[in-house]
């Protein structure tokens, strides 16, 4: 009924997080969305952008994934139906809200094929052992990325987490006003890694970083 009914009008709900503030989940045109107050966090405009990322990198040679920032999942489902993905995925969220909301509304579950942690993601790649061909970091409070995975620090950690053939894909902007952040990136991305390409607009909103090794 919420399905048909979200043709005329949006159907919303709201749930509380202590780190994201209200967070709604909205059924809309018969598809359901996850929102911060003033962003997509899954299945939304967020979903359409991390795809486009995703078809810029071969993900027939990715072995194995890690996922940082799982929102509500929308990236994994994209993985597994728009690209036949079946090798396993890793996924830290720090938000254990967010954790209940992937599997209560959108059937986000551990399995075999896929491990939550919740975790911060700085913390969880500081003690991190294993390697990953695509490593992907969607980490956002509500607009913004946290100054702290924008370091030089939090980046040596990824970098080190990517297996010697592996790709990262970076969500990286909404601002206008993290350009300068951004640019600072990508030069040090520059002198750690073989290429290095920047999507500026995508979905007219994000820019989008995607490194490769080969």
């Not at 005329?8 to 929102?35: A, C, D, Q, R």
Request: hydrophobic share 35%.
């Amino acid at each position: 009924m919420k399905r048909l009914f979200s043709y005329i009008y949006p159907v919303t709900k709201t749930i509380t997080s202590m780190y994201s503030g209200e967070l709604e989940i909205t059924w809309y045109n018969g598809k359901k969305h996850l929102n911060s107050a003033n962003a997509n966090y899954s299945y939304g405009s967020l979903q359409r952008i991390l795809k486009y990322g995703l078809e810029q990198i071969k993900i027939s040679d990715v072995n194995s994934i890690l996922v940082l920032g799982m929102g509500g999942g929308s990236v994994i489902k994209t993985l597994r139906k728009d690209f036949n993905y079946t090798h396993n995925i890793e996924a830290v969220e720090l938000d254990p809200v967010i954790i209940d909301i992937a599997n209560t509304e959108f059937g986000i579950t551990e399995n075999q094929h896929l491990k939550i942690h919740c975790a911060d993601a700085f913390s969880f790649l500081e003690s991190n052992t294993k390697s990953f061909d695509l490593i992907i970091i969607d980490l956002y409070i509500d607009l913004s990325v946290p100054d702290k995975f924008l370091s030089t620090e939090f980046w040596d950690h990824v970098l080190k987490s990517k297996s010697s053939k592996g790709s990262l894909l970076f969500n990286a902007s909404v601002k206008e006003t993290d350009s300068n952040n951004i640019e600072a990136l990508v030069s040090y991305l520059k002198t750690k890694v073989y290429k290095v390409d920047v999507y500026k607009k995508v979905n007219n909103t994000n820019t989008i970083i995607i490194t490769s090794s080969l």
